[in-house]
């Protein structure tokens, strides 16, 4: 059938909530009835209203922030980049506090069990910008570009911004490894897994380990608990700050049930 | 949501001739007792009322007897050559399943009752088999794992909180206009990967294709 519907979508969303007056309803329910299209949208329309339905605890929890606690955000994170800067301590001016989000994937009902998907949360590493004197090469004002993205959680936004300045200079381990949570939080999870590889085999940085340890929880999101484990094992062997709780989610792992696993 | 300002065109939208034939086809089959028409009326029409019952009565178990109700009458109906426009079929059968879910909630009136939503098997009876229900399960988590966590937030206060973009746009702190964007582009991701599904599994009997 030629269905020349106009607002289908608009339509379909009234006709859901129960909005829609009674005799538009009624016109909509005769209308689809005979038309494949518009029954394939309610159809469409009400898997994802379940789907959402079902998920919606963890998109509430990710759900973003007003402008307000941007703001507010905004001006604590310089407070804390001054302090740090007079520290001098290079590598720390990278990160500072974010809002907590766990992976988009970790919505996805596993095989393997809910547990897996919580083991397969994770928080985004906070990111504050360094105080740069002077001027900034290209690759860095593309990464600060993108990661202005990344601090207000629209991770997906920032991975062009990454990718440009990652390409730019494909030495820097920061640049890689942000552009590696940024696509496990935008829910591409391969590319996240590759770019972290990535940034481990630049050798001895300060993002070493915690490459290795998102890997392990994108491998968790992958449901792949043996690749998991291992990447656990570097993150212990490494002895760096995120030893205990690498250490705690390999008790948790190896804990589970082997039909579980 | 306000749909009173935007143009509403339902009545008379894709009444194609080729179809107003092939529903004359099908009540002309059903009334000579041709069995196969009879199953090719319930295998289309099944998941429509089913659809309709349950938006309208929030309980997946009373629409499927509602469903069952409404195609028992609508083939007496039509083997009884009680159908005076067989060309507008679609519309007898849902004025059918509409008159039955009314009758329904008289009934509910006497005997009140608590209704559970069931939002997690919306569109089951429009697919086959419980792997096609999983596939399609499937391809929507992928589809909302594939867009940011704004949009499924958007996607949220829209289809399950049933908010007004301009509501969304003052919670999440954007545009008027990036929200309906952002909604629309969402809602086109995923209901594309799904009409993909739908096109390869459901097989409608009353396809040009089938009755030619």
């Given at each position: 059938m030629l269905c020349a519907l106009t607002n289908r979508q608009e339509v379909v969303e009234g006709?859901?909530?129960?909005?829609?007056?009674?005799?538009?309803?009624d016109s909509f329910e005769e209308h689809y009835f005979g038309c494949d299209e518009c029954f394939a949208t309610l159809q469409a329309h009400r898997a994802l209203q379940a789907e959402l339905s079902a998920g919606a605890a963890q998109i509430r929890a990710v759900s973003?922030?007003?402008?307000?606690?941007?703001?507010w955000s905004v001006a604590i994170a310089t407070a804390a980049i001054v302090i740090v800067a007079a520290i001098g301590i290079r590598w720390s001016m990278k990160r500072s506090s974010t809002p907590t989000v766990p992976p988009t994937q970790a919505m996805q009902a596993n095989p393997t069990g809910p547990a897996l998907a919580e083991l397969a949360h994770f928080d985004p590493p906070p990111y504050t910008p360094a105080v740069m004197r002077g001027v900034q090469d290209e690759a860095t004002r593309k990464f600060s570009a993108a990661m202005k993205q990344y601090q207000q959680g629209r991770y997906d936004l920032a991975i062009p911004g990454l990718r440009q300045a990652a390409k730019l200079n494909p030495e820097d381990p920061g640049f890689i490894f942000f552009l590696g949570i940024s696509q496990l939080l935008s829910g591409n999870t391969d590319e996240g897994v590759a770019a972290l590889q990535q940034c481990i085999a630049l050798g001895d940085t300060p993002y070493v380990e915690e490459a290795h340890y998102y890997l392990a929880k994108a491998s968790l999101q992958k449901g792949d608990v043996t690749a998991a484990e291992k990447e656990l094992q570097a993150v212990v062997q490494l002895k760096g700050s995120l030893l205990s709780k690498a250490q705690e989610?390999?008790?948790?792992?190896?804990s589970r049930a082997p039909v579980a696993r | 949501m306000d749909v009173g300002s935007v143009s509403f065109i339902i009545k008379n939208v894709g009444v194609h001739s080729d179809d107003s034939i092939i529903w004359a086809d099908l009540v002309d089959r059903v009334r000579r007792g041709d069995s196969s028409a009879e199953e090719e009326l319930s295998?289309?029409?099944?998941?429509?009322?089913?659809?309709?019952?349950?938006?309208?009565?929030?309980?997946p178990e009373v629409a499927q007897e509602i469903a069952q109700d409404v195609l028992l009458a609508v083939v007496v109906a039509l083997r009884e050559g009680k159908v005076r426009e067989p060309e507008k079929l679609p519309g007898f059968v849902s004025g059918t399943a509409r008159n039955l879910v009314n009758n329904h909630f008289r009934c509910l009136r006497d005997e009140p009752r608590t209704v559970e939503l069931d939002l997690e098997t919306p569109s089951s009876h429009n697919l086959e088999t419980e792997a096609e229900l999983a596939e399609q399960r499937e391809r929507v988590r992928a589809a909302l794992e594939r867009i940011s966590s704004q949009d499924r937030t958007i996607l949220l206060l829209t289809l399950v909180e049933g908010m007004h973009p301009r509501e969304i746009a003052l919670r999440v702190g954007l545009s008027l206009e990036n929200v309906r964007t952002r909604k629309m582009r969402a809602i086109r991701q995923v209901t594309d990967q799904l009409r993909k599904l739908s096109r390869t599994s459901e097989k409608t009997p009353l396809s040009r294709e089938t009755l030619k």
């Open positions: 006709y859901l909530s129960g909005s829609l007056a009674p005799e538009k309803r973003p922030r007003k402008p307000g606690f941007w703001r989610l390999l008790q948790v792992i190896q | 295998r289309y029409f099944y998941p429509r009322i089913v659809a309709m019952s349950v938006i309208r009565l929030r309980d």
